[in-house]
């Protein structure tokens, strides 16, 4: 079970594995479906080129997703996390945290940043596990303010 890094042409997979995680999941995630599934080739083409986008296919199916962009100096933050519900427990997301660490440590950046929320216990876990620490800067989620975030961080 390998990652793959998506590219330009991938688009459309980026497109539908990510309308597909909002729609399962959008407690998780600070964007939802409806300002997502509107957008346009030219937007999931910026979207891939403006930072890493890997995909894990088990079998050759496509069944996780994770993003990661550098959004300040030297600190690439790890974005869109999702494995599909049948495909989770099996380490699909072990594999795609462990390829944005990688690509960190490719570009010497020192610390990778993400934040999860409140309740997704999970997630949480899987990134504690990952040596990711909690911040204590907390923030609301975009897509639901009611919902608190927190940032976790992790020297690379
Ligand atoms: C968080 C997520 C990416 C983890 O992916 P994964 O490949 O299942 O990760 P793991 O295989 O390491 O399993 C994670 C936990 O789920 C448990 N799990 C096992 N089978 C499961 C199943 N069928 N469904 C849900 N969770 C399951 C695992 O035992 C593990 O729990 P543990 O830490 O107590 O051992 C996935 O649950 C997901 O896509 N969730 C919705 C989106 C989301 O929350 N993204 C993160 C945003 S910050």
Do not use: Q
């Not at 909002?22 to 030219?42: I, K, Q, Y």
């Amino acid at each position: 079970m390998g990652t793959i890094r998506l590219t330009g042409d991938d688009w459309r997979l980026l497109r539908d594995l990510r309308l597909a995680a909002l729609a399962d999941a959008p407690h998780a995630f600070g964007s939802s479906l409806a300002g997502e599934e509107g957008l346009g080739e030219a937007d999931w083409r910026r979207r891939l080129a403006g930072g890493l986008w890997t995909v894990v296919s088990p079998d050759g199916v496509p069944a996780g997703l994770v993003g990661a962009y550098v959004r300040e100096p030297d600190t690439p933050m790890l974005v869109s996390m999702w494995v599909r519900p049948g495909a989770r427990g099996l380490g699909i997301g072990n594999l795609l945290i462990t390829d944005v660490l990688r690509w960190a440590a490719e570009n010497r950046w020192s610390r990778v940043v993400l934040r999860v929320a409140d309740g997704n216990d999970a997630a949480r876990k899987l990134f504690l596990r990952h040596g990711f620490e909690p911040t204590g800067e907390r923030e609301p989620l975009a897509s639901d303010p009611g919902v608190g975030t927190e940032l976790l961080a992790r020297v690379v």
